[in-house]
């Protein structure tokens, strides 16, 4: 992990803070893959690519219970969610950065850094196996035995650590949750309409979006700054 030090001077540009799974790391169909792993051990059936992108949702035990037709309590979660990852491990040397990864990131004119909802002590190494780390102040996954809930808090937590205040930053994922983490800490986002979620559902929220990981970085980079007042 990298990191620069809390309360430290504010960038004079706005801080890009990146999603890892579905953003930068292209990994829908392992991710739908692991998903029915884990279905088919509970005895659900398997869900398509584009169902999943339509109906995946957190908390992750939501979109369980309503794919198996039952209750997911925290025991049973823990279960699917080992299940889930075990698959996910197997295929993880398959999956390759999004096509125009390094190139959104070398685009970028300020400080970056990365947030992601994987197991922390897997992400580092990954993150610097596909040869990234050096460019990001801090690299942050889940400090948890077992995932599945929001991301508002990790990212609150990753903006503290780097010293940072919201009105400083714009986060770039795929997902709902994403935007409403940003917005939970007066960030803006630009939503990226090739990762894990329905592009429909993310036009449809009223946030930036962008078919590119560059395009993404283009609407950042034309974001009013400093941010309007009130605005997030």
Known sequence: MTGAQPGTTGPTRPHLVWDWNGTLLDDLDLVVAATNVAFASAGGRSVTVDEHRVRFRRPIADYYAEMLGRAVDAEAFGTLDRIFHDAYRVGLASCA????????????????????????????????????????????????????????????????????DGGEVVLVGDSLDDADAA??????????????????????????????????????????????????
């Open 97 to 164: 950065l999004a096509a125009d990864a390094t190139a959104a990131i070398a685009a970028w004119p300020g400080t970056q850094s990365l947030l992601s909802m994987w197991f922390h002590e897997e992400l580092v190494p990954t993150v610097r196996a596909y040869g990234l780390t050096a460019h990001f102040t801090r690299v942050d996954g889940l400090r948890a035995p077992v995932g599945g809930g929001f991301k508002a808090e990790w990212l609150a937590k990753h903006l503290a650590e780097l010293g940072l």
């Open 183 to 232: 917005e939970s800490v007066g960030a803006r986002c630009v939503l990226y309409t090739c990762g894990l979620s329905d592009p429909h559902r993310l036009r449809a929220s009223g946030h930036l979006t962008a078919d590119t990981l560059t395009d993404a970085v283009s609407l950042a980079t034309a974001l009013p700054w400093p941010a309007p007042s009130g605005r997030a």
